[in-house]
Structure formats: structure tokens, C-alpha cells
């Protein structure tokens, strides 16, 4: 799956998007995945209160399953207007 | 109903005259700007607004159709700029058509609501001494949303 990063996840981890092979059942397992990665991914996921996922471009939750799921973005609390 | 998500800056008067005349049966018509303002500290060069293309729009849309569906509007635009912008540029417009006024204001406050902790922008302060931070969501801006 596509997995994309906006924001400060962006750059603490350092790169716009990433192709990832995973078998991941849900969101919450995907962090666990990318964060034993490396240490900016530890950095980044850090703190899970801080930020918001959404699943082919809906918000969702970190429970959330991820089959049949192609694109994951991470990103902070959004501040638009 | 009309969404743009834009690098470019918008004509603020031919935007709102154009939204105006294509509406029909509407006696209320309202608009709202978001400029950029200086940072909290003062000092502000820039601000950058990161986006999620293909995500923006649809969230956009789906708050525009609500809020039509909601206060039977005759007619909703909401046009936002990302990329870099100075102090005192425009990033944003809403405009609300409707019967009766309080439909007008009301849905117009919606969707600034919703666009503001529902749709994926991001803000970053670039300030003149080379600093930068990201704008940091509110409290405030997510209890807006319990009100609706």
C-alpha cells in the first residue's frame, strides 16, 4: 500500500510517501510496524494523541482495519481556513 | 456549488459578484475571507499551507454538499489557496446563498468550521528571523464542531 506523510510527520520522518508491503491488520499495527523501523519513525509516531489517519482519503481511526486498503496518510490535527 | 483548491490568488469582487449573479431566488448572499495574519510574536515572512490532494476536494465537497442539504442553500462556493502566501494575503473564501439571511450566516459558519479541523491543510509559520513552526490545531476550533 501507499503510505503518505503531510506536515511535521513529514518531515521528521523524511519523505512524502512510501510504497509499504505489510500485513498489518489494522492501523494501530502498521504504527507498530514503521515505528521498530527506525528511530525517525519512533520519533514520529511517538505520540499517537497528536495525530490522525486517514484511509484512501477518509478520516479514520487507528483501530481501524486496513484490508482491501490502498492508501494510509498520517498527518497532525488539520488547521485549515 | 463550486470548490477550488488554488495556488493562485483570487479576485475577492469578481468572485463575489460572479457567486451573486448566478444565483437566483436567493435573498441572502454571505462571504467570508481568511487573510493571513502576522504570527502571535509578530515578525511573520510566511506562511505555507501543505495540502492533500485528491483528499482536500473530496472533504471540501462533502462539507459544501451538508451544508447545502442542511439550510437548503441555493448556492455554496468555497475556494482555498495553498503553497506560500505573505502577511496579508487572502488564503480562503466561503460564500453562502440562501432565502433568508440566518441560513446564509449560519451555513457560511459551518463551513468555516468544518474547514478548519476537517479538511487536510496545514499551516507553517515562517518568520523573519528564519524560524518556523507549524500552526498548532485548537481546542477551541474542535469544540466548534459540537455545536452543529
Known amino acids: ?81 | 456549488m463550486r470548490i477550488s483548491v488554488q495556488e493562485a490568488p483570487f479576485e475577492l469582487g469578481a468572485e463575489s459578484d460572479a457567486f451573486a449573479e448566478g444565483v437566483e431566488n436567493a435573498g441572502a448572499v454571505v462571504t467570508f475571507t481568511g487573510v493571513v495574519r502576522d504570527a502571535d510574536q509578530g515578525g511573520l515572512q510566511a506562511m505555507e499551507i501543505e495540502h492533500y490532494p485528491g483528499m482536500t476536494e473530496k472533504a471540501l465537497t462533502e462539507i459544501a454538499q451538508e451544508a447545502m442539504k442542511r439550510w437548503s442553500l441555493a448556492d455554496a462556493l468555497v475556494i482555498h489557496r495553498h503553497g506560500r502566501l505573505a502577511a496579508g494575503e487572502r488564503i480562503m473564501m466561503v460564500a453562502t446563498a440562501a432565502r433568508h439571511r440566518k441560513d446564509a450566516f449560519e451555513a457560511a459558519e459551518y463551513l468555516m468550521d468544518y474547514l478548519k479541523s476537517r479538511a487536510p491543510f496545514w499551516k507553517k509559520e515562517i518568520l523573519e528571523g528564519g524560524g518556523t513552526g507549524w500552526v498548532e490545531a485548537k481546542d477551541a476550533d474542535e469544540d466548534a464542531l459540537k455545536r452543529w
Open chain 1, 1 to 81: 500500500m501507499d503510505v503518505l506523510y503531510f506536515a511535521w510527520v513529514r518531515e521528521r520522518i523524511g519523505l512524502p510517501r512510501e510504497r509499504v508491503e505489510t500485513t498489518a491488520a489494522t492501523v494501530a499495527d502498521l504504527v507498530e510496524e514503521l515505528r521498530g523501523r527506525e528511530d525517525r519513525y519512533a520519533a514520529a509516531f511517538a505520540d499517537l494523541s497528536a495525530l490522525r489517519v486517514a484511509l484512501d482519503q477518509e478520516l479514520s481511526e487507528f483501530d481501524a482495519p486496513l484490508d482491501g486498503v490502498r492508501e494510509v496518510a498520517f498527518f497532525p490535527p488539520m488547521t485549515g481556513g
